[in-house]
Structures are given as structure tokens and as C-alpha cells.
């Protein structure tokens, strides 16, 4: 059974830095492409970024909003993904989902993380 | 940026069917994929490249793409399936995109 377990969340203020983690289980973690997906309070999904696993270039990919304050990582050797989270804004607030991305496809989802970002 | 917009809400009574769209430009060239959401639970994939069913999925999910439109379609609607749902495609430009989702209420 695939499991996907994220952790790390909590509040921060405006400027500050949170570090996201995502242990998986029951699969391939070393042949999977990774990504964050996050959804503010009472709204929609909007995907944050990606990491590909390394036979497929290890290389991440990130959303414009993100784009340079945010970056993603893995370890292969502890079925582990990450997301540090820096300058951090109050749009920033949301369930942070750590997911499995199969053809451009999210076909196993965490239960989340909560970042709330306050001035 | 590419967009894709759903209906905020549809309302179906039980036994009937549902029918939530998608819209998108050149939205045909694309491969879309549908998410349910419960209230409190991480979303679920219930229909990919336009009209498969991963397992376990019911067949009364069903998915269909015409024009500047991608269907999502739940025949005999059960109460436990009111949810929020969400469309998804992949972009060239823009990367992954979700539509702004819809609120299925089974009256």
C-alpha cells in the first residue's frame, strides 16, 4: 500500500523559513517523480513543484509563485522529499500535499501539512 | 497562462446523473484528469487521460472530452458522493494547471 506522510508544518511569520518533509512507502520511491501541491484555506489546488526521480535527470521544476523561494530535494535512501520554504508571505498559508506524479498525474496523495504564515 | 474553468456548484438528486465541466482551451490536444475531494480528506484520482478509472474507482464515473470541454460524469448520484472536484491538465506553458474545482451537493 502506497503512503505518503508529510510533517513539518506549523506557523511562521511573514520573511521566515519552514522546512517541509514527505516520507514515502510501498513503492519505487527512487523511480517516482515527486511533487508538492498545496490548497489555502477554503480553496482551490494549485500545484507548487516537482523533482524527478534521478534516472530521469533529478531536475525540479517550480510554479511562478514559488519560483525562487522555494526549493525541492530528495533522498533516495530515506524514501524522502522535501520542501524548504523561504521568504515565506501570508499567501503562503495552506495544506501543503506531498504527491506521487505519474504522466503528468497525481495518483497518490499525503494527508498534508499545514503552513500558516502570519505578520 | 493557460486556465481551465469549472462551474462553482451542481446540485443533483440522488439517482441521477451529474455532469460537472471543464473548459479549456484547445483543451482536446490534452490529457485531463479529474479529482475528488471530501470534506477533510486529501484528494482522490477518479478519472485519468480523459476517461480511464484507476481500480477501485466505481463505473458509474466516467469521463468524456468534446471541443473546448472535458466532462465529468457520475451516473446514479449517492450521497457519499458529495465532494469538491477538480479538473487537471498538463501544459506546456504553465505546467501542471487544476481548474478552480466544483462543488458537488446531492440534495
Known amino acids: 500500500e502506497v503512503q505518503l506522510v508529510e510533517s513539518g508544518g506549523g506557523l511562521v511569520k511573514t520573511g521566515g523559513s519552514l522546512r517541509l518533509s514527505c516520507v514515502a512507502s510501498?513503492?519505487?520511491?527512487?523511480?517516482?517523480?515527486m511533487t508538492w501541491v498545496r490548497q489555502p484555506p477554503g480553496k482551490g489546488l494549485e500545484w507548487v513543484g516537482r523533482i524527478k526521480s534521478k534516472i530521469d535527470g533529478g531536475t525540479t521544476d517550480y510554479a511562478a509563485p514559488v519560483k525562487g523561494r522555494f526549493t525541492i530535494s530528495r533522498d533516495d535512501s530515506r524514501n524522502m522529499m522535501f520542501l524548504q520554504m523561504n521568504s515565506l508571505k501570508t499567501e503562503d498559508t495552506a495544506l501543503y500535499y506531498c504527491?506521487?506524479?505519474?504522466?503528468?498525474?497525481?495518483?497518490?496523495w499525503g494527508q498534508g501539512s499545514l503552513v500558516t504564515v502570519s505578520s | 497562462s493557460y486556465v481551465l474553468t469549472q462551474p462553482p456548484s451542481v446540485s443533483v438528486a440522488p439517482g441521477k446523473t451529474a455532469r460537472i465541466t471543464c473548459g479549456g482551451n484547445k483543451i482536446g490536444s490534452k490529457s485531463v484528469h479529474w479529482y475528488q475531494q471530501k470534506p477533510g480528506q486529501a484528494p482522490l484520482l477518479v478519472i485519468f487521460y480523459d476517461a480511464d478509472r484507476p481500480s477501485g474507482i466505481p463505473a458509474r464515473f466516467s469521463g468524456s472530452k468534446s471541443g473546448y470541454t472535458a466532462t465529468l460524469t457520475i451516473s446514479r448520484v449517492e450521497a457519499g458522493d458529495e465532494a469538491d472536484y477538480y479538473c487537471?491538465?498538463?501544459?506546456?506553458?504553465?505546467?501542471?494547471?487544476f481548474g478552480g474545482g466544483t462543488k458537488l451537493t446531492v440534495l
Open positions: 504527491t506521487t506524479e505519474l504522466n503528468r498525474r497525481f495518483d497518490h
Open positions: 487537471q491538465v498538463w501544459d506546456s506553458i504553465s505546467d501542471v494547471v
Open positions: 510501498g513503492f519505487s520511491f527512487s523511480n517516482a517523480w
